[in-house]
């Protein structure tokens, strides 16, 4: 970086504190992961002085010959990787690819079915919060109120009294499997399209340690970051029959140009997520976050669903007589970074919730195992009992630095 170092030292420090403080703590955010050098080093190439509407072979720009073919290729990366008919790797991200979706099968005003975002839904689900809940008639399905688990027979009611056009599965804070077979019935009975959004498992479906949606969704989108650990973009996968749809909804119906240098660090992360590497790197995502559950679990923390079997936990911290957001913050002073969420049945503000989510990602690409679990959830304890005491949080503070130390982070040369 010796050109921004020049030019701008202020950008360069700031890189550099990053830098710093993402190798110097525990990173449990479900969504963050680190992307590798490769990833980093084509996401800073030249692709980022194009402009390139349009697609492979049909731009409205000339001089494309470099980007039809980088486009192609992380094209075919994507449909190889998920076995799909279809891909279209141009959304800027997660909430414009689902709003791609709609703009694709639906019409503002017709009735959409999804999770409650209380209960581990998205915000483009459907939220009133959201453009989703705005323009569409969104109708949401809960968790089972005594297992914390989706209620197919409840989905299936629901289902087939509203008749949505459109039947969401997925999911920002369910720490266990979905059941596609099933989501596919219910909107074979209710005649709904089947959009999968899969933005937080995606690298576990790539890895083999989730079931994959293709063979039963319409559509199933996904961001290209959290546990498929590639650049700060989106797919849409879909079958041959939608293709047309899809994309014209997402170029011109809702984007200009593509990133181009998003693209490439796309494309770079799909070839790295078919080695056998990450493979293994999936399986210890998983056995992280079950072992991580069962360890907090063991320490008094109530995990919504009991535990988890994917790469996500959600704790509810009304037995602890702690708010979510008081653990977020003590945990960060403790050099554990997370975030506080709202968790099924939530009786407090969203700002302030009852519940923590957290997820293994991250500290597994940097290569922490079960001993190191333990040790979080011990931190986790000490600090959830000690949330006032900014002595007791430095201390720990120091221990998790000191154990940073030894797990370098990928993509950072400290």
């Known amino acids: 970086m010796k050109a921004l170092k020049t030019n701008d030292q202020e950008v360069y420090q700031l890189v550099k504190s990053e830098e710093s403080y993402q190798q110097s703590t525990i990173r449990l955010i479900a969504?963050?992961?680190?992307?590798?050098?490769?990833?980093?080093?084509?996401?800073?190439?030249?692709?980022?002085n194009k402009y390139s509407e349009g697609y492979p072979g049909a731009r409205f720009y000339q001089g494309q010959v470099n980007c039809d073919a980088l486009e192609t290729l992380a094209i075919d990366r994507a449909k190889k990787l998920f076995q799909v008919e279809h891909a279209n790797v141009q959304p800027y991200s997660g909430s414009p690819a689902n709003l791609a979706v709609y703009l694709a099968f639906a019409k503002p005003g017709?009735?959409?079915?999804?999770l409650n975002l209380n209960h581990g839904g998205h915000l483009t689900h459907g939220s009133k919060a959201s453009a989703t809940g705005k323009w569409f008639n969104a109708v949401h399905y809960s968790l089972n109120s005594e297992t914390d688990l989706l209620d197919y027979d409840e989905i299936l009611k629901l289902a087939m009294e509203h008749k949505p056009k459109i039947l969401i599965a997925g999911h920002s804070a369910y720490p266990r499997q979905i059941d596609f077979a099933k989501f596919r019935d219910i909107a074979d009975k209710c005649g709904a399209v089947l959009f999968v959004d899969m933005a937080h498992f995606a690298g576990l479906v790539a890895g083999g340690q989730h079931p994959s949606p293709v063979p039963f969704a319409d559509v199933v989108t996904t961001t290209t970051h959290k546990t498929l650990r590639?650049?700060?973009?989106?797919?849409?996968?879909?079958?041959?029959?939608?293709?047309k749809a899809i994309d014209k909804a997402v170029f011109p119906g809702l984007q200009g140009g593509p990133h181009n240098a998003t693209t490439a660090g796309i494309a770079v992360a799909l070839k790295e997520a078919m080695a056998p590497e990450f493979r293994e790197y999936a399986k210890e995502v998983v056995e992280n976050a079950?072992?991580?559950?069962?360890?907090?679990?063991?320490?008094?923390?109530?995990?919504?669903?009991?535990?988890?079997?994917?790469?996500?936990?959600?704790?509810?911290?009304?037995?602890?007589?702690?708010?979510?957001?008081?653990?977020?913050v003590a945990l960060e002073k403790a050099g554990i970074v997370l975030n506080y969420n709202t968790v099924p049945g939530e009786t407090r503000k969203p700002s302030d919730p009852s519940g923590i989510r957290l997820g293994t990602p991250?500290?597994?690409?940097?290569?922490?195992?079960?001993?190191?679990?333990?040790?979080?959830?011990?931190?986790?304890?000490?600090?959830?009992?000690?949330?006032?005491?900014?002595?007791?949080?430095?201390?720990?503070?120091k221990e998790v630095t000191e154990l940073c130390a030894g797990f370098p982070v990928p993509g950072i040369e400290v």
Do not use: W
């Open 31 to 48: 969504s963050e992961n680190y992307t590798s050098r490769a990833v980093l080093d084509a996401c800073g190439t030249v692709f980022q």
């Open 110 to 114: 017709d009735t959409v079915l999804g």
């Open 230 to 243: 590639g650049p700060r973009g989106a797919l849409i996968l879909c079958k041959e029959v939608h293709a």
């Open 290 to 328: 079950k072992c991580l559950a069962q360890e907090l679990t063991a320490r008094g923390f109530k995990l919504v669903s009991g535990g988890t079997d994917n790469h996500l936990i959600l704790i509810d911290l009304t037995s602890k007589n702690i708010t979510g957001k008081q653990m977020a």
């Open 362 to 397: 991250s500290v597994t690409s940097r290569g922490f195992g079960r001993n190191e679990m333990k040790l979080i959830a011990e931190y986790m304890d000490r600090t959830a009992g000690n949330i006032d005491n900014d002595e007791v949080l430095g201390s720990i503070n």
